[in-house]
């Protein structure tokens, strides 16, 4: 709160030069009223941005689906990854370049943008190694003279939609796997993160001229949610990759499966550790604040509910206050070295966060520290927000729903099935974590924790690449990233291969 905030203007000259070194084209252009392209930090607008038609979306489809057809898919895959590879140095190259977007577009502050970027070089490194290990199985046949086999072949155009809160990294998680697995590509972006779109499409082209792919296997298109459904309802677009709230996968899923399509679904969490009486309180603490206020809970990591031993609970909530008030000085301007917490999204999620506090105190829970606003004066457009701490007598309603805002409440627990039970009790599958030095504590919450990340002794927060990363439940089931979640973006064929010069039937069965 003691920063003062950069202008608007500044903001705009510091994007402007970011988007231009990225090679990015499109913003600034004339556009009817409201598509435009903001930023939270002062909540004011800094270019025009035009929305993609639905015959433009139409259009980009189409140039993906031929550049599939008769270029990409028959491109070898190692030759496909050397395209990640470009891409992977130019990111390298304009580190600083897309984490200023992201600043000014999300709002993040600038090591966690940073630290986006980082993840989207990474994710770079991991489908370069990928694209020569796109492996398939060998099954031993029950026929004599056979080979039983499995191969994975290129899928098609992957429609990729995504949030505002990761603008950069779940675009990279799906575009460099999916290139590497021989698909294409047509990206809708956030309506809140335009520019970061238009800067990674400038790098990919690039990236394409440099080593003579065909442009056509990237195709960004800006708008909302109709530009969204334009993707979804298209039958060229052979995987829809969708990442969001609960409520738009719940739209999305029906309406990709009337068509047979496939969807790839990663949608909201609702976070929880669970604190046990062994629990080393140094590393619970610093786990605690980072999961849950970082990113000002804008994480669909966020830690969201923190279900504690009730012998501890009260060291443990004062010690988390405690270091809440150190966060407090330290809200502001995403830019400056010392802020921890940046603005809210925008008034939408401002208010949300206002209306769960009001349910809190219905259902009689307390809030502890936080949930004022901050910094109005200074920024009359701009939501910035101390995070809360609420101590809550059950679990209820409010706290079984998403508030995507800093807002993290705290449950109490006597047995471990008890705390298991109210970790399990709500829709929502993403990222779940135990504090504990019991290893059968430990052990037992990474087989019963229903979520499609389990963590032990760290918080719910900062997934590294390498692993699969989704969630189950409301969360939709999608797995991204690394391990074998390439496997979702190809086909897989059986082939059985006859070398001899019989026809045995399978299962012994005879026939003419
Ligand atoms: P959102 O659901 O409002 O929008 C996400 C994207 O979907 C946007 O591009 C939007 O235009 C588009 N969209 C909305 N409705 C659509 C429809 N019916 N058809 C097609 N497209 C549609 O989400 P948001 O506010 O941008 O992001 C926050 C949410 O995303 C949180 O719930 C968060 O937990 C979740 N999230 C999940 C992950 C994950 O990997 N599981 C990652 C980041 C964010």
Avoid at 164 to 191: H, M, Q, R, Y
Avoid at 302 to 330: F, K, N, S
Wanted: with cysteine.
């Amino acid at each position: 709160m003691m920063t003062t905030l950069p202008t608007t203007a500044q903001l705009t000259e510091r994007a402007r030069t970011a988007l231009e070194r990225c090679g990015a084209s499109g913003f600034d252009a004339p556009a009817p009223t409201g598509q435009s392209a903001r930023t939270p930090i002062t909540g004011e607008p800094l270019f025009d941005i035009a929305y993609s038609t639905s015959a433009e979306t139409g259009q980009a489809i189409g140039t993906a689906h031929e550049t599939f057809r008769t270029v990409w898919r028959d491109t070898p895959a190692p030759q496909r990854g050397n395209l990640v590879r470009r891409l992977g140095e130019l990111l390298r190259e304009h580190k600083d370049d897309l984490a200023d977007l992201v600043t000014i577009e999300a709002g993040k502050i600038r090591s966690e943008a940073a630290g986006e970027v980082q993840e989207m070089i990474d994710i770079c490194d991991f489908a370069v190694g990928l694209s020569r290990q796109l492996y398939g199985r060998t099954m031993p046949s029950e026929r004599p003279g056979h080979r039983l086999m499995e191969t994975w072949h290129p899928l098609g155009v992957v429609g990729i939609i995504t949030a505002f809160n990761f603008p950069v990294a779940v675009w990279s998680w799906n575009t460099a796997v999916a290139l590497v697995c021989g698909d294409t590509i047509v990206w809708k972006p956030s309506e809140l993160s335009p520019l970061t779109a238009l800067a990674c499409h400038g790098l990919l082209m690039r990236a394409c001229e440099d080593v003579g792919a065909p442009a056509g296997v990237h195709q960004v298109v800006l708008g909302d949610r109709e530009t969204g459904e334009r993707i979804v309802d298209d039958p060229r677009v052979a995987l829809v990759s969708a990442t969001g709230s609960v409520g738009m996968g719940k739209q999305v899923g029906p309406r990709v499966a009337a068509r047979m399509g496939r969807c790839l679904l990663e949608l909201g969490g609702n976070n929880a550790a669970v604190v046990a009486p062994s629990a080393d309180l140094d590393l619970a603490v610093r786990g605690t604040v980072f999961a849950a206020a970082g990113t000002a809970g804008q994480r669909c990591t966020t830690l969201r509910r923190i279900i504690v031993h009730e012998d501890i609970a009260d060291q443990l909530t004062d010690r988390i206050v405690g270091a809440y008030g150190q966060l407090r000085p330290r809200i502001g301007d995403p830019f400056d070295a010392d802020t921890l917490v940046g603005p809210l999204i925008g008034e939408r999620a401002h208010t949300a966060l206002r209306g769960a506090l009001d349910r809190v105190a219905a259902d009689g829970g307390r809030v502890l520290t936080g949930g004022d606003r901050c910094l109005e004066k200074e920024a009359p457009d701009a939501y910035y927000v101390e995070p809360a701490v609420v101590r809550m007598p059950s679990q209820t309603e409010i706290v079984c729903e998403e508030t995507f805002a800093p807002i993290l409440y705290v449950l109490t627990y006597r047995t471990l099935d008890e705390a298991i039970e109210l970790h399990n009790g709500v829709t929502q599958g993403l990222s779940s974590a135990i504090f504990t030095q019991d290893q059968r504590e430990a052990e037992r919450f990474l087989a019963a924790s229903d979520c499609g990340i389990v963590n032990v002794n760290i918080g719910t927060s900062g997934a590294e690449i390498g692993g699969a990363f989704g969630g189950e439940k409301d969360t939709g089931g999608g797995r991204e990233s690394g391990s074998d979640a390439w496997r979702a973006y190809m086909r897989r064929a059986t082939n059985t291969v006859n070398y001899s010069d019989e026809l045995p039937l399978a299962q012994g069965v005879n026939f003419l």
